[in-house]
């Protein structure tokens, strides 16, 4: 959580056999970072917040069959991402970080049965800064009702899974 890693440094942490679980804030991981973390191959949580890459980068990690969690972030970074996202079959929650994310990019992720086939396992979608409609949104809670969905860090008013947080006070927000 602290600290920078840099691309340089992903090689050495591709070199841990049985890495589960990566976070690096801070870290702006580019895409030759990327392709060297998807050889981490026992990977299934990847929290990269701030990282500097782009949706070809994101391609490598389709190569991790066991990923079921993944945090982003990156300037570089549009509804693009999307496609190489979907194809990470095993993710189950997806939390995008200031992605421009519209209504067709959300599609993607969620799946339009008949065009895309999205995730399949997708249980948790949080989008911070995106630009998804008040449309987009509905079709999201119309076509895919189970999905437990946060919008800039809340609940959406819609989401069947809202429960109350706990701050790091510990007071319930």
């Not at 070809?56 to 969690?69: D, F, M, N, V, Y």
């Amino acid at each position: 959580d602290q600290g920078v890693v840099t691309d340089a440094s992903t090689e050495i942490i591709a070199s841990l056999p049985n890495l589960r679980h990566l976070r690096l804030r801070l870290s702006p991981i580019g895409d030759s970072g990327l392709e060297r973390l998807a050889e981490c191959k026992s990977l299934w949580f990847l929290n990269l917040p701030h990282a500097d890459c782009t949706a070809e980068g994101i391609k490598a990690l389709s190569q991790l069959t066991h990923l079921r969690q993944l945090r982003l972030g990156s300037k570089h970074l549009g509804n693009e991402v999307s496609r190489e996202i979907a194809k990470i079959k095993s993710l189950r929650g997806i939390h995008l970080i200031g992605v421009g994310l519209t209504d067709d990019g959300l599609k993607v992720l969620a799946g339009v049965q008949e065009l895309e086939p999205g995730l399949p396992h997708l249980e948790s979608l949080y989008l911070d800064d995106s630009s998804v409609t008040t449309a987009g949104w509905e079709w999201l809670f119309k076509t895919h009702p189970q999905l437990h969905v946060h919008v800039d860090q809340h609940h959406h008013d819609r989401d069947p899974k809202a429960h109350r947080h706990r701050s790091t006070s510990g007071e319930g927000n």
